[in-house]
């Protein structure tokens, strides 16, 4: 089930980048990996892959650490008006800074974003088993997560927060 799984992953991913390229326009990944993830439920924990491990003893957790919060520095300097959470302790290490879109453009946005090879992904999706009320309700419906993590350099973070400000200049 393991092997399956990470195939079933692998899958998922590659047909999510082709989503953010534009060479897919369907969202079938999302439906891969839920049932990679359904697959988990079955399964008993066990040891990680050996590949995994061995990135993972790599891994530079204090550049990782310190390059995400600058990162997120980044982001929210240019939106601090967009926040959802004001305060970044010094024990956070953020993956990404969500927002909240102003204006009811958080979709024109994300499609913006994407067109121009920016993925930004939304977190909290509304489903079938919530309730909302007036404000929960904004808050799905405006969220975006502008991502921060590792894989980004500052200059990553600069061109994103460029889109976004040419966005809104061409709104």
């Known amino acids: 089930n393991e092997a399956i799984k990470e ?18 326009e369907d969202k ?9 993830e359904g697959l988990l439920e079955s399964v008993d924990s066990s040891a990680a892959a050996d590949r995994d491990i061995q990135i993972a003893k790599k891994l530079d957790i204090e550049t990782v650490k310190n390059r995400r919060r600058a990162n997120a ?3 929210r300097s240019a939106f601090p008006n967009w926040l959802i959470f004001s305060d970044l302790s010094s024990s956070d ?21 994407i067109k121009n090879e ?4 939304i977190h909290w999706p509304v489903s079938d088993y919530h309730r909302l009320d007036g404000k929960e309700r904004f ?30 200049k061409e709104a």
């Open 7 to 24: 195939s079933q992953n692998i899958r998922a991913m590659q047909q999510k980048a082709e989503y953010i390229s534009g060479q897919r």
């Open 28 to 36: 079938s990944y999302l439906q891969i990996l839920e049932e990679a």
């Open 73 to 75: 520095d980044v982001l």
């Open 93 to 113: 290490v953020p993956m990404f800074v969500p927002v909240l879109v102003p204006d009811g453009r958080r979709n024109d946005l994300r499609r913006y974003l």
């Open 118 to 121: 920016i993925y930004c992904p």
């Open 139 to 168: 808050i799905y419906d405006n969220e975006l997560s502008l991502v921060c993590d590792q894989r980004y350099t500052e200059e990553d973070m600069q061109r994103m927060v460029e889109t976004i400000k040419v966005f809104w």
